[in-house]
């Protein structure tokens, strides 16, 4: 898909309840189209994009996890790498919000275990998201 010509690689994990949008987001974000029709992620997957900031071309990889409880373990091996966390929540959805701390809480536990691998710190967004019928 990509070559290997870039400054820099930068991997951030999306994070979030099942259904807030996490696919959706990412997609518009690297394709510039927005699907209405609700595709739930088994497990992980992940979008590219490549940007040039201040002459220096960045390589994105965004990981897409599952929100469903019965993936996380699946989702956890995933936090070494990432060296930042795009949280997302449903502003129609008071539970995703509330949630949004549970997930700050694994961030942190999970890539403190692996800070000795990664960075010294981590970037942390917060996006919300609309999800209608």
């Known amino acids: 898909m990509f070559d290997g010509d870039y400054d820099y690689l930068i991997k951030f994990l999306a994070l979030g309840d099942s259904g807030v949008g ?4 990412l997609y518009q974000y690297t394709d510039g189209k927005f699907n209405s029709k609700f595709i ?5 997957d992940f979008r590219e994009k490549r940007v040039v900031r ?3 071309r960045v390589h994105l990889q965004l990981w897409d996890t599952a929100g469903q409880e019965r993936f996380r373990s699946l989702t956890t091996a995933f936090f070494r790498d990432a060296m930042g966390f795009l949280l997302l929540f449903d502003l129609t959805n008071e539970q995703s919000f509330l949630n949004v701390r549970n997930w700050i809480s694994k961030c942190t536990l999970h890539w ?4 000795q ?4 710190s981590f970037f942390l ?9």
Not at 22 to 25: A, D, G, L, R
Not at 117 to 120: E, G, N, P, S, V
Not at 125 to 133: N, T
């Open 117 to 120: 691998y990664a960075l010294r």
């Open 22 to 25: 996490k696919t959706s987001y």
């Open 54 to 56: 201040r002459g220096q």
């Open 40 to 44: 739930t992620t088994v497990g992980i």
């Open 125 to 133: 967004f917060f996006i919300f998201s609309v999800v209608s019928a």
């Open 112 to 115: 403190y275990q692996y800070q």
